[in-house]
């Protein structure tokens, strides 16, 4: 065991996180055993689109998982995270696409057969990288079971529910208006759109109205779709428009007569009061066609050109159409005005298309039903949001839910089980390919083209992964899931409908707490993205820091449900953190004296002195308190109160307490703190693990043993008997005489090799005790030549002094510095800083410079005369003291 704790003198995260992680898997650490005695936790990962590398976003993700996952492990539960990737079905038809149009090959030259051969590849390759990504970064997941939404056990699950909800007559084909790219040519779910600010204009176009010499005047932002209007809408309490209501307008450049109706949708205040209604391109112009009994004309085609029903417009690309259609209506004196208008404009987030509204025949299911029991299981509290502000955005959505449209045009995703009998027009919905027609037997059958939406299979993740529609024995065990871990940007899209499936389907929710958080932007507070060029490969962060750093920096400064801005900075300080418990790992194995923590084991509390248990209550109250911020959510405040007590109070104090201790002669004395170092960097080293599983892993080995492994290791508990109040309060005393002492002579520049006596008046014998007991700690910390307990009068006057709780501290000026060298030396500084604040203000006096320089460097200027002004005061005030 000796042999083993010869920790390498630097800290170097290559030289053992690939083989720790490589132990990890070999030994089975992460393969959760269904055990009936114990209580599972269970994470389904949010499966990550096979699109590509993982960025920033995924590594905070995963992080806050692994941290999770790892801590209820070590508390005794039998965890299973389950891994998987997402087959994103648009978005990785169109990177293949783009991959093959580079070598001129054509999606539909290859067919569609030959295509999902191409995607398989590159769905093979990608699934292989994502997996690589996540071990670096230490994810504990049990890749025994890691699930893929194409795989076939998930495809089944997802024809299971097709099925069924089509059955309840919850999934319906029918013309409704959706969101299409004209570029990839097929339909797209909210998601997929990305919103951006562009210039635009709004024009203003008058519509006669029939047999009369009046106009009612509409604006529009798209005038191409007003060859589709098939009426015209006013407030029915609008009185500019009362007595229009019932009559006929005549659609300029069409000719068409549409009637004026009366409908609330309207808003009065806002233009001219009166809309152009457009059922078969816009969605609420789509509803108050339905209530009006509307025709719908579709005069846009699905690539973008303007359809047979456009008239003269006929075959133009609609922007084209858009320019002829604003020529026309100038010419025949029907267009108002041209107004300047920023507006939000969707584009598909893949191709970057302009996403057009448009009626089109695509399957649907039904949500209200669906809705409504999801609603009630996050009211009643069996669903918990963390933090609790984001369940409003959830019922904001699903109380105003629209029909899901769930069928795309692609050829890579579930296709629909849907069968058409070529024969005798019979649709046939099946969990399995239909072996003839179900009502003529033919077996002229052809499925449905379209595949399902990838959010549908998405859905069902918490329990398709465990084996649905089979009752599983990972099914019966590990669902309902503990925590969903996900970004607030996909409440909508993927917590919803996660939630009314699996109540939907099993019965039961999918997970007990959704855990938000924010979004990773970079130092400037910049979303990261391709465009700007500040996105940051967590990769190279690793291979640079190691996966340690790098979680370190996620988690640090991180509350839920906020973003967080990325510094390397912060980096490198969380790289100095891991370094300097290396360090002190070091400096304790190279303390340990195996043999004489063996000799007076059984004696330890006996030999303990304050400084052990003071260390010892520290560390039980940090226990208690990390966990409970865990319980909380609160991960980014329980690893700064481990690297709190880790940094401060056992490196740069405890251990700093105990090495006279540790090179003394007293043999209990030396035997009390080598155990008690020992137990303190077991325990600390826990707390961390979750944080920074490889070094303490690392370390941990080392400490007991090769075959030992921290990940299994046992959870530390608050135990009441490690509670030493009183040597709490003695050794706090006892540190804050050190810091103000190390304080005055930092400074007055006082060298370490001068020392000086510590005059202390303490407010009560309580105290007074505290400090005669802990006095011996000051020679060596606080650099001091004795220590007396003394009287106001016995104070000398030229006493430097400083106050903390409890306690007046005086340290003797003539044993701090020599009065007459330390004169002669504040006279230099203060002949060098009267110069300095000369040179600035001729400087800033000087009018030439302040009319050419830029305003930031004038800034400067300034700052620099106030903080050249603030230390010759400073060296003043020193001298008047001294003379």
């Known amino acids: 065991m000796e042999d083993s704790r010869n920790l390498s003198k630097t800290y170097n995260p290559k030289d053992f996180e690939e083989r720790l992680y490589n132990k990890w898997i070999e030994k089975g650490y992460f393969t959760p055993k269904i055990d009936k005695n114990k209580e599972p936790f269970t994470i389904v990962i949010p499966p990550p689109n096979i699109t590509g590398q993982l960025h920033m976003g995924h590594a905070l993700d995963n ?324 933090p609790e502000r984001f369940a409003k955005i959830y019922f904001n959505w699903m109380e105003n839910i629209q029909d899901w449209c769930i069928s795309r045009q692609l050829w890579w995703g579930h296709r629909i089980p849907v069968w058409y009998c070529q024969d005798c027009g019979e649709i046939i919905v099946s969990t399995d390919e239909p072996k003839g027609c179900t009502k003529c037997s033919s077996n002229n059958l052809k499925q449905d083209e379209n595949v399902l939406d990838t959010w549908f299979s998405s859905a069902l993740w918490p329990f398709s ?194 090495k006279p201790r540790l090179y003394g002669e007293d043999e209990k004395d030396k035997a009390a703190a080598q155990m008690t170092l020992v137990e303190v960097l077991r325990d600390s080293l826990k707390l961390l693990h979750p944080f920074m599983p490889f070094i303490t892993e690392e370390i941990y080995t080392h400490l007991e043993g090769e075959e030992s492994s921290i990940t299994i290791s046992r959870w530390p508990e608050y135990s009441k008997d490690r509670s030493f109040d009183k040597d709490e309060k003695m050794m706090q005393y006892v540190i804050d005489v050190i810091r103000s002492v190390r304080n005055i002579r930092t400074e007055m520049n006082v060298p370490n090799n001068r020392r000086a006596k510590i005059l202390l008046i303490p407010s009560n014998d309580e105290i007074k005790s505290s400090l005669e007991e802990g006095s011996m700690y000051f020679e060596k910390l606080a650099f001091a030549s004795g220590t007396a307990f003394v009287k106001r009068e016995d104070i000398p006057k030229d006493a430097v002094s400083a106050v903390v709780p409890g306690i007046e501290i005086f340290l003797p000026l003539e044993d701090l510095i020599d009065k007459e060298k330390e004169i002669e030396r504040l006279l230099k500084e203060k002949e060098k800083y009267e110069k300095e604040v000369e040179r600035v203000v001729k400087k800033l006096s000087n009018e030439g410079f302040i009319s050419k320089a830029p305003k930031n460097v004038i800034e400067e200027e300034k700052e620099k005369q106030a903080k050249y002004q603030e230390m010759l005061d400073k060296i003043i005030e020193r001298i008047n003291a001294l003379i």
């Not at 990261?528 to 370190?552: H, Q, T, V, W």
């Not at 801005?565 to 194995?589: G, L, Q």
């Not at 056992?650 to 700093?656: A, F, H, P, R």
Request: hydrophobic letters at 40%; a negative charge.
């Open 63 to 386: 992080t806050l998982q692994d941290i999770l996952i790892r801590w209820k492990r070590m508390q005794g539960y039998s965890t299973l995270w389950l891994p998987g990737e997402d087959h994103a079905s648009i978005a990785t038809e169109v990177k293949v696409e783009n991959e093959l149009l580079k070598q001129g090959i054509y999606k539909k030259e290859i067919g569609r057969e030959a295509f999902l051969e191409k995607v398989w590849d590159w769905t093979h390759k990608y699934r292989a990288r994502i997996r690589e990504q996540l071990m670096k970064m230490g994810a504990s997941c049990d890749w025994s079971r890691e699930r893929f939404t194409m795989d076939e056990g998930l495809n089944r699950a997802v024809r299971e529910v097709f099925v069924r909800l089509y059955n309840r007559g919850l999934i319906y084909q029918g013309k409704r208006i959706i969101n299409w790219c004209p570029r990839c040519m097929t339909a797209l779910s909210d998601a997929e759109i990305e919103y951006s600010e562009k210039s635009g204009n709004l024009w203003h176009i008058k519509y006669p109205v029939k047999d009369s010499g009046e106009y009612i005047i509409v604006a529009t932002t798209r005038p191409e779709t007003m060859l589709g209007d098939t009426a015209i809408a006013v407030h029915p309490e609008d009185e500019r428009y009362k007595h229009l209501i019932g009559k006929t307008a005549i659609l300029p450049l069409m000719n068409r007569e549409i009637p004026i109706v009366a409908d609330e949708y309207v808003e009065m205040e806002f233009g001219t009061g009166a809309v152009k209604i457009t059922p078969a391109h816009d969605p609420n112009d789509f509803e108050v066609g339905v209530r009006h009994n509307l025709e719908q004309v579709v005069v846009i085609n699905e690539n973008g050109t303007m359809s047979s029903l456009s008239g003269k417009y006929e075959g133009m690309d609609r922007y084209e159409a858009r320019v002829a259609i604003v020529e026309d209506l100038k010419e025949l004196d029907l267009l108002v005005k041209i107004e300047d208008l920023n507006h939000n404009v969707g584009c598909h987030d893949r191709c970057g298309t302009v996403v057009e509204p448009l009626l089109s025949k695509q399957w649907f299911v039904k949500m209200k039903p669906l809705a409504e029991p999801a609603i009630e299981v996050v009211k009643e509290g069996k669903i918990q949001f963390v």
């Open 465 to 658: 992964t465990l084996g649905w529609p089979d009752k599983t024995e990972d099914l019966e065990y590990f669902y309902p899931t503990s925590v969903l871990v996900t970004g607030y940007d996909i409440i909508f899209f993927w917590i919803a409908r996660m939630i009314f499936s699996g109540v939907d389907q099993m019965k039961e929710i999918p997970f007990k707490y959704v855990f938000v958080h924010g979004i990773v932007r970079d130092s400037q507070g910049r979303k990261m993205s391709k465009s700007l060029g500040n996105g940051i490969d967590p990769l190279e962060i690793i291979e640079k820091y190691g996966a340690d750093a790098l979680r370190f920096t996620l988690i640090t400064g991180n509350s839920p449900g906020n973003d967080m801005r990325f510094y390397m900075e912060r980096v490198e300080a969380s790289r100095n953190f891991a370094n300097k418990i290396w360090n002190a790992s070091r400096f304790v194995f190279m303390n340990l004296d195996e043999s004489l923590i063996d000799k007076y084991k059984g004696s330890i509390d006996e030999i303990r002195n304050s400084a052990d248990r003071w260390i010892l209550s520290r560390l039980n109250n940090i226990i208690a308190e990390v966990t409970e911020n865990l319980n909380k959510f609160e991960l980014g405040i329980a690893a700064q109160k481990i690297y709190d007590f880790i940094w401060s109070e056992v490196c740069d104090w405890y251990i700093e307490l105990v």
